[in-house]
């Protein structure tokens, strides 16, 4: 199975600065078909997951424009560039290239 | 808007059954495939496993840790997809999620219903 390992597991931020969350993936997320099925999901305290971004940097629709995502192959990042206070909670990323899907461990995101 | 809605959770003793359902709204259900996950109470997120559209086989794929013990079916006609489990442990108290993969060329999931709670427990 593909581990992901996210970097921090907790992010104190200061509102209105930039956050940067990293994933390690232990292999190659890229699909025999070219495409990298890695996404990023954030989950509110008390809400389900809502999906930020798939195949490593496309913004679903909704999603404020300061998140980003890029990387290739095994090392991915999202990143927030001002946060806001709408933005706690915790941080995961996903991969869907092979079965079994997997996610990351899950960062947190704390307002200082 | 699309919504999926879970349904059928409960306390259930351990080795008993147990069958959630996911009931789509504002989609054509036939056009995607579903995948169940759970949240253990204070932990990360993970996958339970996957159904394809029926134009795909509709077959299924499965966690490990769920394999043998889960069945996951689909029934278009009314926009459900059902996870069926059996055998069920400590281990499998979670809150139980399922969610739409949105297409097959992003293979990203949404939306994600608000999930039901399964306690498992004697």
């Known amino acids: 199975d593909i581990v992901l390992t996210q970097t921090p597991l907790s992010s104190p931020v200061t509102l209105g600065q930039p956050a940067s969350i990293s994933c390690r993936s232990s292999?190659?997320?890229?699909?025999?078909?070219?495409?990298?099925?890695l996404s990023w999901l954030q989950q509110r305290p008390g809400q389900p997951p809502r999906l930020l971004i798939d195949?490593?940097?496309n913004r679903f629709s909704g999603v404020p424009d300061r998140f980003s995502g890029g990387g290739a192959k095994t090392d991915f990042t999202l990143k927030i560039s001002r946060v806001e206070p709408e933005d706690v909670g915790v941080y995961y990323c996903?991969?869907?290239?092979?079965?079994?899907?997997?996610f990351g461990q899950g960062t947190r995101l704390e307002i200082e | 808007e699309v919504q999926l809605v879970e349904s059928g959770g409960g306390l259930v003793q351990p080795g008993r059954s147990l069958r959630l359902s996911c009931t789509g709204f504002g989609l054509i259900f036939e056009n995607y495939a579903i995948s169940w996950f759970r949240q253990a109470p204070g932990k990360g997120l993970e996958w339970v496993g996957f159904?394809?559209?029926?134009?795909?086989?509709?077959?299924?794929e499965y966690a490990a840790s769920v394999k043998g013990r889960f069945t996951i079916s689909r029934d278009d006609s009314n926009g459900i997809a059902y996870l069926q489990m059996s055998s069920l442990e400590p281990e499998d108290t979670a809150i139980y999620y399922c969610s739409r993969e949105y297409d097959i060329f992003h293979r990203g999931y949404d939306p994600w219903g608000q999930g039901t709670l399964v306690i498992v427990s004697s």
């Open positions: 292999q190659s997320l890229e699909h025999t078909n070219g495409n990298t099925y």
């Open positions: 195949k490593i940097s």
């Open positions: 996903m991969q869907t290239t092979q079965f079994p899907h997997t």
């Open positions: 159904i394809r559209m029926k134009a795909y086989g509709g077959t299924t």
